[in-house]
C-alpha cells in the first residue's frame, strides 16, 4: 500500500481501487487544534481538484481537496463528534474519506514520502 502526496497537504494511501484520503501531520499542526470537520455525502462524485471536506480550527477553516477522481464510498463519521482526531492522528485515525478512484494515473503526477519532505522543509 503506497502513500502519495499533494502540494495542498492531502495524502492518499491506495489498496488497489481504494484510496483511503486525509491531511498530513504538517497541515494538521498548521491548522491548529480542529474542531468542526464537514464531510461529503456517500456516493459523491468528485474530480481531482475538487472540494472534498472543510476542516474548521480555532484559527481557520480551510478546505481539503480532492487528490485523485472518482466516488466517495465512505466517511470517517467518528470525525463528527470527535474532530480531534485530525489533531491526534492525522495519518491513522483521522481519515476523511474513501474513495473509488477512476484513473489510478492520477496518482503518478503526486509526490511520494521523500518528494512531500522537501516539499515542507
Same mark, same amino acid.
Given at each position: 500500500?503506497?502513500?502519495? #502526496? ?9 489498496? +488497489?481501487?481504494? *484510496?483511503?484520503? +486525509? ?8 491548522? +491548529?487544534?480542529?474542531? #468542526? ?5 456517500? *456516493?459523491?462524485?468528485?474530480?481531482? +481538484? ?19 477522481? *472518482? ?20 495519518? *491513522?485515525?483521522?481519515? #476523511? ?25
Amino acid at each position: 500500500m503506497s502513500t502519495r #502526496f499533494t502540494k495542498d497537504h492531502e495524502w492518499i494511501r491506495v489498496d +488497489g481501487e481504494e *484510496g483511503v484520503v +486525509g491531511i498530513t501531520a504538517y497541515a494538521a499542526e498548521q491548522l +491548529g487544534d480542529v474542531v #468542526f470537520v464537514e464531510l461529503p455525502e456517500v *456516493g459523491k462524485t468528485v474530480s481531482a +481538484g475538487d472540494e472534498l471536506a472543510v476542516v474548521e480550527s480555532v484559527k481557520a477553516a480551510s478546505e481539503v481537496y480532492a487528490p485523485v477522481s *472518482g466516488e466517495v464510498i465512505a466517511v470517517n463519521d467518528v470525525l463528527e463528534g470527535e474532530p480531534a482526531k485530525v489533531n491526534e492522528a492525522p495519518d *491513522g485515525e483521522g481519515w #476523511f474519506v474513501k474513495i473509488k478512484l477512476s484513473d489510478k494515473s492520477q496518482l503518478d503526477a503526486m509526490m511520494d514520502d521523500a518528494a512531500y519532505a522537501e516539499h515542507i522543509s
